[in-house]
């Protein structure tokens, strides 16, 4: 890619920023913002945008996941153009935004996955859920697991409620960035054991009502467990602020 002359650079910048616009190379060595689309943040105009382009869009909340998909069953004259084609058993299916479609005559129908299908990139927003020590993603009533032989996520049975440890959402303005190229399955490991460090020091547990401690020491406990998922990150090579 070209760069700007150094020169020309600084006074296209200072133009441009006088008229109140950023160029996209401006900001191209500032630390990125590596965390993801949050999935377990609370409905917001993204979200109400997904509800108006599914129409009867349903609202998936399990999870603290809180996104919109259309809902099972439902039919349409076409899919997006960057939908990923998955065969599997003589059936080809369609995969965009975390939905899944197959051909219904010169339609496609809404439908979910079967159980056994692979697929090599997960939905673009999920939530990682922790099952007996091992990393499941959940989106939209479908949970998948890594597997490590195809290099690819297996659309797997869902598990028990009793075995999941779905993590909160992240807390408010903890933004973290992996400095080391941690891949993603290091970083849903990394914060799990972060996240069961912190309440071992602090003894409040988010996933747990009121945190499992007084409500006179919510708040406190709260900011303990804050500050030792933050320092527990930073040791492990993430810029947490």
Same mark, same amino acid.
């Given at each position: 890619?070209?760069?700007?002359?150094? %020169? &020309?650079?600084?006074?296209?910048?200072?133009?441009?920023?006088?008229?109140?616009?950023?160029?996209?190379?401006?900001?191209?060595?500032?630390? *990125?913002?590596?965390?993801?689309?949050?999935?377990?943040?609370?409905?917001?105009r993204?979200h109400?945008?997904? !509800?108006?382009?599914?129409?009867?869009g349903?609202?998936?909340?399990?999870?603290?996941?809180?996104?919109?998909?259309p809902?099972?069953?439902?039919?349409?004259?076409?899919?997006?153009?960057?939908?990923?084609?998955? *065969?599997?058993? +003589?059936? !080809?299916?369609?995969?965009?935004?975390?939905v899944?479609?197959?051909? %219904?005559? =010169?339609?496609?129908?809404?439908?979910?996955? =079967?159980?056994? &299908?692979?697929?090599?990139?997960l939905?673009?927003?999920?939530?990682? &859920?922790? #099952?007996?020590?091992?990393?499941?993603?959940?989106? +939209?009533?479908?949970?998948?697991?890594?597997?490590?032989?195809?290099? %690819?996520?297996?659309?797997?049975?869902? *598990?028990?409620?009793?075995?999941?440890?779905?993590?909160? =959402?992240?807390?408010?303005?903890?933004?973290?960035?992996?400095?080391q190229? @941690?891949?993603?399955?290091?970083?849903?490991?990394?914060?799990?054991?972060?996240?069961?460090?912190?309440?071992? @020091?602090?003894d409040?547990? *988010?996933?747990?009502?009121?945190?499992? #401690?007084?409500?006179?020491?919510?708040?406190?406990?709260?900011?303990?467990? @804050?500050?030792?998922?933050?320092?527990? &990150?930073?040791?492990?090579?993430?810029?947490?602020?």
């Amino acid at each position: 890619m070209l760069k700007p002359h150094p %020169s &020309l650079a600084g006074l296209a910048l200072a133009i441009l920023m006088a008229a109140g616009i950023s160029p996209a190379w401006a900001d191209r060595d500032r630390e *990125p913002d590596f965390r993801r689309p949050n999935p377990s943040a609370q409905p917001d105009r993204r979200h109400e945008q997904d !509800r108006r382009d599914y129409g009867r869009g349903e609202l998936d909340s399990r999870y603290f996941h809180n996104r919109y998909y259309p809902p099972r069953g439902m039919t349409v004259d076409s899919i997006p153009h960057n939908h990923v084609v998955v *065969p599997y058993r +003589d059936t !080809r299916y369609y995969f965009h935004g975390g939905v899944w479609y197959r051909p %219904s005559g =010169p339609r496609f129908v809404v439908v979910a996955p =079967p159980i056994g &299908l692979s697929i090599s990139l997960l939905p673009p927003y999920y939530t990682t &859920l922790w #099952v007996g020590g091992a990393p499941y993603y959940y989106a +939209d009533g479908v949970y998948y697991a890594w597997r490590p032989a195809d290099r %690819s996520y297996v659309v797997v049975d869902p *598990p028990r409620d009793a075995d999941v440890v779905a993590l909160p =959402p992240e807390p408010e303005q903890l933004f973290i960035y992996p400095r080391q190229g @941690q891949n993603e399955q290091q970083q849903a490991k990394d914060r799990y054991e972060c996240h069961r460090w912190a309440v071992d @020091q602090t003894d409040f547990d *988010p996933t747990q009502a009121g945190g499992g #401690v007084p409500p006179s020491e919510t708040a406190g406990k709260r900011a303990d467990y @804050q500050r030792a998922t933050k320092a527990c &990150l930073e040791a492990r090579g993430y810029s947490a602020r």
